[in-house]
């Protein structure tokens, strides 16, 4: 399965394994995806992620409109979310776009925010993911936006006529892309929409997210659940 996995992904940039041997080789070499080669299936922390997603998406089965997240980085949530949209009957009315830079975060975010690493996220390409999402079936309800949410939000607006969301789903780590992205959403978001924040160790996202809360005057909250999303508020 690994080798499988590796080899698509490889041969993507132009090198294939043929033997364990030579697998073994690349593991310690750059070009190697630690992240893909740390991947279980279906590991403890993986299934918390669809129950805690699917917590996420039973608040906005009834909010009209579509998932907007910021951070994509290997399309885990994009697969989730394509699914969840499939199988609760909303692909006729419900589209997922993700946002990303696809090689880590902006110079901007480097400086404010000094522990983000700024080797990470960088072992990433548009396409790649794109047509990992496309080989799930997904591929006609997720698209990914590629480039700095600040410069690429406002553009996708312009081009999107009465665009509406029902979640803003803010994955991106740091703080600056997290509230611009919260800001420039603001008006595109239906009565009853969820901005949530994925973010165990509190840091730019929650600050973002209780700035924004404390402008607008919205509840900055977390539900009772072993499931729970890290924070999350609904728009009036
Ligand atoms: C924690 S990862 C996202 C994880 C992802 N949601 C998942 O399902 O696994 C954070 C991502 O945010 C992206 N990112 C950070 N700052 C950004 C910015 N200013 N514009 C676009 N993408 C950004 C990074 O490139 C990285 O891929």
Not at 16 to 34: A, C, M, P, T, W
Not at 73 to 85: D, L, T, V
Not at 150 to 167: C, D, G, H, S, Y
């Amino acid at each position: 399965m690994l080798k499988r996995m590796l080899k698509g992904y490889l041969s993507k940039r132009g090198q294939s394994i043929v033997s364990d041997h030579e697998l073994e080789q690349l593991r310690g070499k750059k070009e190697f995806n630690h992240y893909i080669e740390s991947q279980k299936y279906l590991e403890h922390g993986e299934y918390k992620y669809i129950l805690w997603l699917d917590r996420v998406y039973q608040k906005i089965a009834k909010v009209p409109g579509h998932i907007v997240e910021l951070g994509v980085a290997y399309g885990r949530n994009s697969i989730i979310f394509g699914h969840q949209i499939k199988m609760n009957g909303d692909e006729m009315v419900r589209r997922y776009y993700g946002f990303d830079t696809f090689s880590g975060f902006n110079e901007e975010s480097l400086k404010m925010d000094k522990h983000l690493n700024a080797e990470a996220w960088k072992d990433n390409s548009r396409i790649w993911v794109q047509d990992k999402i496309k080989r799930v079936g997904l591929g006609n309800l997720c698209e990914l936006i590629e480039g700095d949410i600040l410069a690429e939000v406002p553009k996708f607006l312009e081009q999107k006529t009465n665009f509406r969301a029902a979640l803003l789903y803010v994955d991106c780590n740091a703080y600056l892309p997290s509230i611009k992205g919260m800001e420039l959403f603001k008006p595109y978001l239906s009565p009853g929409a969820v901005i949530c924040i994925d973010e165990k160790q509190q840091g730019g996202e929650t600050k973002a997210l209780i700035e924004f809360c404390e402008k607008n005057g919205l509840e900055f909250q977390k539900d009772a659940s072993p499931f729970s999303i890290p924070a999350y508020t609904v728009i009036k």
